[in-house]
């Protein structure tokens, strides 16, 4: 006897469904064994961390100042700066949609994994820098070098 139509279509319906269980759990081993697509959180403990207050002034300057002393980071020109103000405006944004205003400075974290986060306790934002790659993530690194220096030239006696 040979077997129907409908029977050999039902049969390849039951294989390709139990290769697709099996692929997706196979899938999700290698995802669960290597981290792949986990979630980012920032830490409680960073190793560097800096209080920051931005300020998009005119003529399309925006200053960077560490909150901890008033010291000026650095000001970023008309053209200067695409990545810092982009983040900056997007914690503003955050803030004016929840009626917040700029008084609250942003936290700049570098964790011991080499993690580095913009987290804004105001709208509860948080940016995980490392995912836009070295470029981008080096332009708030350099921030949060120059807003340790800045410390550190404080403690010393000198001008912040």
Do not use: K
């Not at 139509?5 to 995802?31: G, N, S, W, Y």
């Not at 560490?66 to 503003?92: D, K, P, S």
């Not at 580095?116 to 995912?131: E, F, M, R």
């Amino acid at each position: 006897m040979s077997q129907s139509r409908q029977e050999i279509i039902h049969q390849r319906a039951v294989f390709a469904m139990c290769v697709l269980v099996v692929a997706t759990m196979i899938i999700a081993a290698f995802a669960q064994w290597t981290g792949a697509g986990a979630r980012y959180a920032p830490g409680d403990d960073p190793v560097f961390s800096a209080e920051l207050l931005f300020d998009d002034g005119a003529r399309g300057l925006v200053t960077v100042n560490n909150a901890a002393n008033g010291a000026r980071l650095i000001e970023y020109g008309e053209n200067e700066g695409v990545f810092v103000r982009g983040v900056m405006r997007t914690v503003a944004r955050q803030r004016r949609m929840r009626g917040l205003g700029r008084e609250t400075p942003v936290r700049l974290a570098r964790f011991e994994d080499g993690q580095l986060w913009l987290i804004d306790p105001a709208s509860g934002v948080n940016i995980y820098l490392n995912a836009f790659g070295p470029d981008n993530r080096d332009a708030f690194d350099d921030l949060l070098e120059r807003s340790t220096a800045s410390l550190r030239a404080e403690a010393a006696g000198g001008q912040p």
